[in-house]
């Protein structure tokens, strides 16, 4: 009797073992499926991060390519503005002279009504 118990004990130690390896063969396929979809995730998200990168560096030079266009722009600016002093200072001129023949025309015109009052 004692063998046979020793042996159903041993069965019912054989058949334990044998679920626990199974349940380590379920939990280890588990875990590589795991590893799997994280390493599948983690690609994805390096994928993502690379078209990030990408788009960041379009940017960039985007940005670039603006800045060289705002300081295209500045210097086409500063040469209206020089022009438009430039202008200023020649519509001061004529301003000047216009004042200066207004001055001169009125006088003549003073000069010829006394030389007309005169002559009558």
């Known amino acids: ?3 046979t118990g020793l042996n159903q004990i041993l069965d019912a130690l054989k058949l334990h073992g044998e679920q626990v390896n199974s349940k380590f063969d379920k939990i ?4 590589d499926n795991l590893e799997k979809q994280m390493n ?3 690609e994805h998200m390096d994928e993502r991060f690379e078209h990030m990168d990408k ?3 379009d940017m960039e030079e985007r940005f670039e390519d603006m800045e060289e266009r ?3 722009m500045d210097s086409r600016f500063d040469r209206v503005e020089s022009k438009m002093s430039g202008l200023r200072v020649d519509l ?4 000047e002279t ?6 001169k025309s ?3 015109e003073k000069k010829l009504r006394i030389l007309s009052e005169q002559q009558k």
């Open 98 to 103: 216009v004042d200066y023949l207004s001055t």
């Open 28 to 31: 280890g396929t588990r875990i």
């Open 92 to 95: 001061s001129e004529t301003q």
């Open 1 to 3: 009797m004692e063998k």
């Open 106 to 108: 009125v006088q003549h």
């Open 70 to 72: 705002f300081k295209h």
């Open 55 to 57: 788009r960041f560096e």
């Open 40 to 42: 599948d995730r983690f």
